[in-house]
């Protein structure tokens, strides 16, 4: 499904839904992580929505700063947002108060306006199941956005389903903010004929 997606959209940013693995069924201060592999601990929620970035797979500036460009808009309307940005300010003192107080490396903080936000690293590889490291020519960006949904139901479950709308409507608002450059190409033919073949340019915001 995801290749059959891919061919026929061909999309500028890819968004991968998630919600934080199974915090409340660790037990506190237990040390431990889920899954175990994982170099951080998700026993405690940081956030009511926090983002992971995957960096851009090119060096290309114009990539670069498109990439920026999408992170601070995103992240500057989950901090517009009143609902989320007080989930996110109470989460974040008590995970810094019970995490990254202790263990800065195990609990780490990276911000951008007022959210988490972290960042990994893009290892280019045409054989990923990860679009920005198999298409980094083409990807925008490649987010993971992360909700406490597990085990909650009712209010908690509508909040969490918010906070995801609020990070998806501001994709769609910017993608459709910025500026596209479509580039022309005619090719002459005989009897009078032109080929013509038009080519938008990646990644948007040029």
């Keep these: 499904m995801s290749e059959k997606i891919w061919n026929r959209w061909t999309p500028d940013v890819a968004i991968d839904d998630h919600g934080i693995p199974s915090h409340e069924w660790i037990q506190p201060f237990s040390g431990y992580?889920?899954?175990?592999?994982?170099p951080v601990s998700y026993w405690i929620p940081s956030a009511r929505m926090y983002t992971i970035w995957r960096e851009p797979g090119t060096e290309r500036?114009?990539?670069w700063s498109a990439y920026q460009s999408l992170r601070e808009y995103v992240t500057a309307r989950l901090d517009a947002d009143a609902e989320v940005a007080r989930d996110n300010g109470m989460w974040l003192n008590t995970y810094r108060r019970w995490g990254n107080h202790f263990d800065p490396a195990y609990f780490p903080v990276e911000l951008s306006n007022g959210s988490i936000a972290h960042t990994w690293k893009t290892r280019i590889d045409e054989t990923s199941n990860v679009l920005a490291e198999r298409f980094p020519e083409f990807i925008t960006a490649d987010i993971i956005t992360e909700v406490n949904d597990e085990?909650?139901?009712g209010v908690e479950l509508a909040q969490c389903a918010h906070a995801h709308l609020v990070v998806n409507e501001a994709v769609?608002?910017?993608?459709?903010?910025?500026e596209t450059k479509?580039?022309?190409q005619c090719t002459p033919l005989c009897d009078d004929r032109f080929r013509l073949n038009m080519t938008r340019i990646r990644p948007v915001c040029q």
Aim: charged letters at 20%; aromatic letters at 10%.
């Design 33 to 38: 992580s889920s899954p175990p592999r994982f």
């Design 61 to 63: 500036d114009v990539h």
């Design 151 to 153: 085990t909650v139901h």
């Design 172 to 178: 769609v608002d910017w993608l459709a903010s910025v």
């Design 182 to 184: 479509v580039e022309v």
